[in-house]
C-alpha cells in the first residue's frame, strides 16, 4: 500500500553559475548521479520511499527556443514510472542554460514556460511539480548577495530576478495545468526569520521578515504590504506587472512547501547586517506564520544537518523537525509530507557553492559511496513507524495524489476531466468579471 502521507527526500540536482558565468557548479556532477542514477533509485526504494524531488538538468536538456535533448531525462523518468516512485518535478534550481543568460532576462518567463509545457508534454504521468526551486532564495544569491548567475548586489537586480523568477513559476504553472488538469504545485521555498538583536536593529528586522514573504505574495496572487510595493515599484517593478501576479494565480493547485535549517534564522544588527542565529523559533512557529499568511496545504519541503563527529547529530535533527511536523499537524495546519534533503551529502554547499572546491558535505541520507548513514537508517525506520498514521489524501487535498501505476486507470482520467471542467468553470467566471468591470 503506497503511504498517502508524502514522506519524501531528493537528488540534489542545483546548477548555478559562479565566476561571472565561467564556471557552473552542477550538483548531479558532484553527486556522481549520472553516473549512479539506478543505483539512487535503488535507495529511494529501499527507504520505502514513494516521493521524490527530482529533475532533469535544465542546461543540458533545454538547448534553445524549442530544442531540448531528453535521452537522460527519457532514461530516468521511465524508470521512475517502473519503480511506481513519483518525482516531484523540479524543473529549475538555482540556474538556466548559457543561452539564456541568467535570470535579468526579460524573455525568461516566456521561455521557461514552452520549457515546461514542453517536459509535462513528454511526461503525461507526472502530476506533482516544483517549477522553480525556492524564488526568494534563487533570486537573493544571484541578484543581491552576488554568489551566483549574474552576481548582482542591488535591489533593483533583486527585484528584476524576483519578477522573472516568480512569473516564470506562474506561467508554468499554467501550461502544465493545461497539458495534466489534476496537476499539483508543490512550492519549495525558504522560510526564514529575522530576529532584531537589539532596539535599533528592529526597523530593518522588520523590512527583512516583510520581504522574506514577496516571492509567495506574488505567486498566491496576495497583496503586499504598503511598505514592500513601494519598495517594488521603487526598484523596477511595473504597475502592470504587478497586476499580472494578482491575477494570475493557481493558488488552488497549490501546496506551500517550506525548507527549514538551522540557517535559517538570522540576527539583524541596527546597520542592516546579519549574522547567523541558529534554531530559535523552530520549524513549528516559523511554518504557523506562513500558514496563517496563505492559508494552505503545507510539506516540509527540505531539512538536513551534517553528520558530525559523534555521528548522531543528523539522526537528533531529523528526530527534532519531526517533532515540529507532528506538533504543526496537531494545531490543525493541514501538514502533507516532510522531506530529508538529499539523498546522498553534497558538495561544496559548505561555502553556498560560491566556491569550486570539492568538499564534500555529509548531508544526506547516504555517503557518495551509496553507504547509508545512520540518519538514513532512522529515516527509514520513521517512515515504516508513521506511514500509515498521517494520511494526506482526501483530508486537504482538493485533487487526489495518482501514483504512476494509476495514471491511465478509469478513475485518474476521470479525475483528470474534472479538473479540467472545473478549470474551465473557473476561466468563464473570470472571464465574465473582467468583462463586467470593464
Not at 506533482?128 to 543581491?144: D, G, H, K, R, W
Not at 503586499?224 to 494578482?246: A, I, P
Request: proline share 5%.
Amino acid at each position: 500500500m503506497i503511504p498517502q502521507f508524502l514522506f519524501a527526500t531528493g537528488i540534489e540536482n542545483s546548477n548555478p553559475t559562479i565566476q561571472n558565468g565561467r564556471v557552473r557548479i552542477d550538483e548531479m556532477a558532484k553527486c556522481r548521479h549520472y553516473e549512479f542514477w539506478q543505483k539512487d533509485f535503488d535507495l529511494v526504494e529501499e527507504l520505502g520511499i514513494h516521493f521524490l524531488r527530482y529533475g532533469p538538468p535544465i542546461h543540458t536538456t533545454w538547448l534553445g527556443p524549442g530544442k531540448y535533448d531528453w535521452s537522460f531525462a527519457d532514461e530516468t523518468f521511465h524508470d521512475l514510472g517502473r519503480r511506481n516512485i513519483s518525482p516531484i518535478v523540479d524543473l529549475c534550481h538555482f540556474g538556466v542554460p548559457d543561452w539564456v543568460g541568467n535570470f535579468q532576462n526579460p524573455d525568461f518567463p516566456q521561455l521557461f514556460a514552452d520549457y515546461a509545457r514542453a517536459f509535462a508534454e513528454r511526461f503525461p504521468w507526472v502530476q506533482l511539480y516544483t517549477p522553480v526551486n525556492e524564488m526568494f532564495i534563487c533570486a537573493q544569491f544571484s541578484a543581491l548577495y552576488g554568489w551566483w548567475n549574474e552576481q548582482l548586489t542591488t535591489d533593483q537586480g533583486f527585484v528584476t530576478a524576483l519578477k522573472h523568477i516568480v512569473k516564470a513559476n506562474v506561467l508554468a504553472m499554467h501550461v502544465i495545468g493545461d497539458v495534466r488538469p489534476d496537476a499539483l504545485f508543490i512550492q519549495s521555498e525558504s522560510s526564514e526569520y529575522f530576529h532584531a538583536e537589539n532596539p535599533a536593529a528592529i526597523k530593518p528586522a522588520e523590512l527583512m521578515n516583510a520581504r522574506r514573504f514577496l516571492s509567495l505574495d506574488l505567486n498566491y496572487g496576495r497583496r503586499v504590504d504598503s511598505e514592500m510595493y513601494e519598495y517594488l515599484l521603487d526598484n523596477g517593478m511595473t504597475r502592470e506587472e504587478y497586476h499580472f501576479f494578482l491575477k494570475n494565480h493557481r493558488r488552488h493547485q497549490c501546496i506551500m512547501g517550506n525548507d527549514y535549517y538551522k540557517t535559517n534564522e538570522h540576527r539583524v544588527r541596527a546597520d542592516g547586517s546579519t549574522t547567523a542565529a541558529g534554531e530559535v523559533f523552530g520549524y513549528h512557529v516559523i511554518t504557523r506564520q506562513y500558514h496563517d499568511r496563505y492559508r494552505l496545504p503545507v510539506m516540509h519541503t527540505e531539512t538536513n544537518l551534517w553528520q558530525g563527529p559523534c555521528g548522531d547529530e543528523a539522526v537528533n535533527w531529523l528526530w527534532k523537525e519531526w517533532a515540529n511536523v507532528l506538533r504543526v499537524r496537531n494545531d490543525g495546519v493541514p501538514i502533507v509530507g516532510f522531506t530529508w534533503y538529499s539523498l546522498t551529502d553534497q558538495v561544496d554547499w559548505d561555502s553556498a557553492l560560491r566556491e569550486d572546491r570539492g568538499i564534500v558535505n555529509p548531508l544526506g541520507l547516504y555517503d557518495l559511496d551509496r553507504n547509508i548513514r545512520p540518519v538514513g537508517e532512522a529515516y527509514k525506520q520513521l517512515i515504516q513507524d508513521w506511514c500509515q498514521v498521517l494520511p494526506a489524501q482526501s483530508v486537504c487535498l482538493q485533487m487526489p495524489i495518482v501514483m504512476p501505476h494509476e495514471a491511465n486507470q478509469q478513475w485518474a482520467q476521470h479525475k483528470q476531466d474534472q479538473a479540467e471542467a472545473q478549470q474551465h468553470d473557473k476561466s468563464t467566471v473570470a472571464a465574465n468579471t473582467a468583462s463586467t468591470e470593464a
